[in-house]
């Protein structure tokens, strides 16, 4: 067996994503804390409109199921895995209201749709 065979087994996905997605939502959590009240000069209000779009894309999770049958799972895994690190990544790039709110809902469509194919 290949080592490009290896790297792309089902296993060190799993492994991937059990270390990437925890490491990504916990940077996520503390640029929240201290980014957008320090940076983008958040308030109480704003901050809830951030987690009330958050939660829209949780919403919508069952549309996954028909995205399954045109990607396989393992790539619609890395694609969500994809999504959810650029969401984050791409937030210290926009520090204003718009661009938090919007590379918090590319985060969130990301971690739902990993949260929706990883439950059994």
């Not at 987690?51 to 949780?58: A, K, T």
């Not at 996954?64 to 396989?72: D, G, R």
């Not at 650029?86 to 661009?99: D, H, K, N, Q």
Request: aromatic share 12%.
């Amino acid at each position: 067996m290949s080592f490009n065979t290896k790297l792309r087994s089902p296993e060190n996905l799993l492994l991937a994503m059990a270390f990437i997605m925890p490491l990504v939502f916990s940077v996520w959590m503390a640029l929240l804390n201290n980014f957008v009240v320090e940076k983008a000069s958040f308030t109480g209000a704003e901050i809830g409109i951030l987690q009330s779009l958050r939660e829209v894309p949780g919403f919508l999770a069952f549309t996954v199921i028909y995205v399954l049958l045109f990607i396989k799972e393992q790539r619609l895994a890395l694609v969500s895995l994809g999504l959810t690190s650029i969401g984050v990544a791409a937030s210290g790039f926009f520090p204003s209201v718009i661009g938090l709110y919007l590379t918090t809902i590319i985060m969130s469509v990301g971690f739902n749709i990993k949260m929706t194919i990883s439950r059994p």
